[in-house]
Nanobody
Framework: QVQLVESGGGLVQAGGSLRLSCAASGRMFSTYAMGWFRQAPGKEREFVGGISCCGISTYYADSVKGRFTIFRDNAKNTVDLQMNSLKPGDTAVYYC????WGSGHATGYDYWGQGTQVTVSS
């Protein structure tokens, strides 16, 4: 089992950058694919991106491709989401999630953090 805690959310102007971090506790972090999701008010939660257990493969939603990048550090049990060129439409609560033995694609995540708010002003 793994516990996840996100940090780094806040308020940023359109065009700015923000980096979210997710710290994982528990054993065998390197066996988990990690994903980032977001949920805006009144909308369903959506997949933002994911990274495989070893960090070789990454996957992104079309809406963030080229602007967001996922990094992981298995030595520190962390996964980060670097967000550049932010838009008001990126405003949401962002969640990290873990999927043991997963691939980093959009489904199959079993463990979730509590979320961190990102607000992008125009």
């Amino acid at each position: 089992q793994v516990q996840l805690v996100e940090s780094g959310g806040g308020l940023v102007q359109a065009g700015g950058s923000l980096r979210l971090s997710c710290a994982a506790s528990g054993r065998m972090f390197s066996t988990y694919a990690m994903g980032w999701f977001r949920q805006a008010p009144g909308k369903e939660r959506e997949f933002v991106g994911g990274i495989s257990c070893c960090g070789i493969s990454t996957y992104y939603a079309d809406s963030v491709k080229g602007r967001f990048t996922i990094f992981r550090d298995n030595a520190k049990n962390t996964v980060d989401l670097q967000m550049n060129s932010l838009k008001p439409g990126d405003t949401a609560v962002y969640y990290c999630a873990a999927d043991q033995w997963g691939s980093g694609h959009a489904t199959g995540y079993d463990y979730w953090g509590q979320g961190t708010q990102v607000t992008v002003s125009s």
